[in-house]
Every structure is written in C-alpha cells, then in structure tokens.
C-alpha cells in the first residue's frame, strides 16, 4: 500500500506535459526568432520622396564660421578620418584681397615675440622651483640625517648610564660608594630613557 502511495505522489509532483511542451515550443521560438534576426540588416532606412543635391560635401553648400569672407578651396579630410592636432583639413580661399592690412605682419610678430617672452618667463619660473625641491630635499636630508645622529647618541647615552648605574650598585655594594651618587645614577639612568 505504501508502494501506491508514492507513484500517486511523484505524478501528483511531476509537470504537467502541457506546460513541459509550451516551455519547449516557446524555446523553439526564441531560436528561430535569433536565427531571423541575425538575417535582417540592421542599417536603418525611410522612404521619402524629395529631390537629392548631392551625395559628396564637396559639391554641396558648408558653412564654416572663420573671420574673414572666404570659399573652400580644397578639403584634405573625408568624412570617418581621424585627424590630429595641427593637421590641415581645409584649404580657404580668400575673396576680399585687400582685407589683411600691411600691419597685420608686424602684430603678429610682435605678438609671437611677447608669446617667447611670457614662454621664456615660465620657463624660468619652473627651473626656480625646481631648484627649490632640490633644496627642500636637501634640507630635508640633513634634518633627517641629523635626527639619526640623536637616536644614535640616545642609544650611547643609555648605554652609559646603564653600565654607570651597574658599576655604581656594585660600589654601593661594597659600601665605597656614597646615597648620594647611587641616587644619581638611578636618575640619570631613568632620565637617559
């Protein structure tokens, strides 16, 4: 009777096999959605209907923002290129000859010599800083050597009031010794510390 009772309770435990095949079947349909839309292509597209300028930024109106009047002349960079610092990427030409006047040269150079000058001043400011680390390490150094040398005299001075204090118990001992200075080497011994 026993034997009845647990087969009755492992079907009453066991899933049922509707929900086994749904499980199953919704599996299969997750695969073969994945398997679909690995197929698709994922580039994004929307129908229109309008007229096309042009496909190429050479042949098509750009706006730059620059001081003077100008049109591209030539452009040295194409869409997706990794530039770098001080690399052209674009030509101007210049429609209004006379827009530079003559003075523009000699600002500009005198601007370049003040920018020498103020380079020049920095540069002399940081070796001034520079040499002042150096000093601060140097003095840095010696305090730290000096501080070693009080350790190691420290260490004597202890030393020494440790064998005086030996030396005088055992005068003391022998009676050749006074209070006095028996005391006086436990002092100085305790103060040693």
Excluded at 88 to 104: G, H, N, R
Excluded at 149 to 168: F, G, H, M, P, S
């Amino acid at each position: 009777m026993e034997a009845v009772y647990s087969v009755k309770s492992i079907n009453k435990v066991r899933t049922p096999k509707w929900v086994r095949l749904s499980a199953l079947s919704l599996v299969a349909l997750l695969l073969v959605g994945f398997l679909f839309l690995s197929f698709i292509p994922w580039q994004q597209t929307v129908m229109g209907t309008g007229r096309v300028t042009s496909f190429s930024p050479n042949n098509r109106p750009q706006n730059i923002e620059s001081p003077i009047k100008g049109r591209i002349k030539k452009w040295h960079v194409v869409e997706g290129m990794t530039v770098k610092k001080g690399d052209l990427i674009v030509e101007l030409q210049d429609l209004e000859k006379e827009f530079l006047p003559p003075e523009v040269i000699s600002l500009t150079r005198q601007s370049k010599d003040s920018l020498a000058q103020n380079r020049n001043a920095y540069i002399d400011k940081a070796q001034a800083i520079e040499r002042s680390i150096g000093n601060l390490e140097t003095n840095l150094q010696d305090s730290l050597n000096e501080a070693k040398q009080k350790v190691v005299i420290a260490e004597n001075d202890v030393k020494t009031a440790k064998l005086n204090l030996d030396r005088t118990l055992r005068l003391a001992d022998k009676g050749l010794v006074s209070e006095r200075d028996k005391e006086l080497a436990v002092q100085a011994e305790v103060t040693a510390k």
